[in-house]
């Protein structure tokens, strides 16, 4: 079935292509919803709302961009919004005066995605939003400050806190 077919049988509330659709993406998208929410129920429930508003906001997606970006947006949203609800976000370190600076910090040692992922849990929730949404999803600064309602120095700060303790992390297990 091309793009197209699918797009336009979704949009008729096709049963049959919704089923293929979350067959398709569920196990992917369920991976975007658990990098933010540390519970597998809210990642499940996160990702079951997510696609409950993929398919009746189906006529919104314009062709713009690929569907599955499209679809990603509405989770990583529909988690945003999960951790807003159920956790607030704290930001520690928020008044702290942190300089921009080039920090030389990347993950290419022998890790798997999994230690990857379980180093993210031990992060506090706010490290580990703007540190998703930065560096995993691609937002820029202003993106991630309007979508948490804090500022652009706070999104900085978040990250280069987030980069130190993913840091002494990997150092504490020999990455480093």
Same mark, same amino acid.
């Given at each position: 079935? #091309?793009?197209?077919?699918?797009? &336009?049988?979704?949009?008729?509330?096709?049963?049959?292509?919704?089923?293929?659709?979350?067959?398709?993406?569920?196990?992917?998208?369920?991976?975007?919803?658990?990098?933010?929410?540390?519970?597998? /129920?809210?990642?499940?429930?996160?990702?079951?709302?997510?696609?409950?508003?993929?398919?009746?906001?189906?006529?919104?997606? #314009? $062709?713009? $961009?690929?569907?599955?970006?499209?679809?990603?947006? +509405?989770?990583?949203?529909?988690?945003?919004?999960?951790?807003?609800?159920?956790?607030? &976000?704290?930001?520690?370190?928020?008044?702290?005066?942190?300089?921009?600076?080039?920090? $030389?910090?990347?993950?290419?040692?022998?890790?798997?995605?999994?230690? +990857?992922?379980?180093?993210?849990?031990?992060?506090?929730?706010?490290?580990?939003?703007?540190?998703?949404?930065?560096?995993?999803?691609?937002?820029?600064?202003? /993106?991630?400050?309007?979508?948490?309602?804090?500022? +652009?120095?706070?999104?900085?700060?978040?990250?280069?806190?987030?980069?130190?303790?993913?840091?002494?992390? &990997?150092?504490?297990? $020999?990455?480093?």
């Amino acid at each position: 079935m #091309t793009n197209d077919e699918l797009l &336009l049988r979704l949009r008729e509330q096709d049963r049959a292509a919704q089923k293929w659709l979350y067959e398709r993406y569920s196990p992917l998208m369920f991976s975007v919803c658990k990098r933010y929410l540390r519970s597998r /129920e809210d990642a499940e429930e996160a990702l079951v709302s997510g696609f409950y508003k993929v398919f009746s906001q189906i006529e919104s997606y #314009t $062709g713009a $961009g690929s569907f599955e970006g499209w679809i990603r947006r +509405i989770m990583v949203n529909e988690c945003l919004m999960a951790l807003r609800r159920n956790q607030p &976000l704290s930001f520690p370190g928020d008044e702290a005066n942190i300089a921009d600076q080039a920090d $030389g910090f990347n993950i290419e040692a022998d890790i798997s995605a999994r230690e +990857i992922l379980e180093l993210l849990d031990h992060l506090p929730p706010g490290y580990r939003t703007v540190f998703n949404l930065y560096v995993l999803e691609g937002f820029k600064h202003i /993106e991630i400050a309007e979508a948490l309602g804090i500022s +652009i120095n706070t999104s900085k700060s978040q990250l280069i806190l987030a980069k130190e303790k993913l840091r002494n992390l &990997l150092k504490t297990k $020999g990455y480093l």
